[in-house]
């Protein structure tokens, strides 16, 4: 059937409120927009990719794993030329104290504050008065540890075991520090390059 232009017209007339009508539902009942999830939703939907404890309201973060170092005490000497004794301190505590023989008149052990400048185990000598140079063995007058705390670039002074047991305990050496060889193998094993050393009268 062919209708006239008027007859046309008029029927799109007639239809056009249905047809806006049946777009506008469309629109409305069209697809949802993506909903946004409430803060609680987006909660429990992060449940499964954090560590959630049931018992708390809310996900818990554990800190950061932070290494536990041990203290730093540092060890110190003091040695007490009056008392022919040097002590070991580890921060304000007394670790241990030995006996030993200073310099004699002419060659005092000098005082003041010095570090641990040289350790050596089975150490050779050299005589500083006729150049005759010494191995290590039972005799060396050094015995089997040294410990230097003071050099003038040319001489040296420093703790040291000795084979003349009998000078411990009095001012008897050239300004070293001379000490037992079983303490001074302690002593060697508790001190460090660097370490301080005190020297009072």
């Known amino acids: 059937m062919v209708l006239s232009k008027n007859k046309a017209i008029a029927a799109l007339h007639d239809s056009l409120p249905l047809s806006l009508g049946v777009v506008l539902i469309l629109v409305s009942v069209g697809l949802p927009a993506t909903a946004q999830p409430t803060p609680r939703e987006a909660l ?4 499964s990719s954090l560590l959630y404890l049931p018992f708390l309201d ?3 973060y554990l800190p950061p794993i932070q290494p ?4 730093v005490i540092e060890t110190r000497l003091v040695l007490k030329l009056g008392e022919r004794r040097v002590y070991v301190y580890q921060g304000n505590s007394l670790k241990a ?3 030993v023989a200073v310099g004699k008149e002419g060659w005092e052990t000098p005082t003041g504050q010095f570090k641990v400048t040289a350790m050596l185990k089975n150490p050779g ?3 500083p008065f006729t150049g005759e140079v010494m ?8 015995g089997e540890r040294w410990i230097q ?4 670039g040319e001489n040296a002074i420093g703790f040291h ?3 003349t047991r009998e000078s411990v305990g009095r001012a008897a050496s050239h300004g070293c520090v001379r000490m037992y060889n079983e303490d001074v193998r302690e002593l060697y094993a508790l001190v460090l390059l660097g370490t301080p050393v005190t020297v009072e009268p």
Do not use: M
Request: aromatic residues 12%.
């Open 44 to 47: 429990d939907s992060s449940r």
């Open 58 to 60: 809310e996900v818990q």
């Open 68 to 71: 536990v170092l041990p203290e």
């Open 97 to 99: 104290s030995y006996p």
């Open 125 to 127: 000598w050299t005589n």
């Open 135 to 142: 191995g290590a063995g039972a005799d060396n007058p050094l």
């Open 149 to 152: 705390f003071w050099t003038d």
């Open 161 to 163: 075991g000795t084979p």
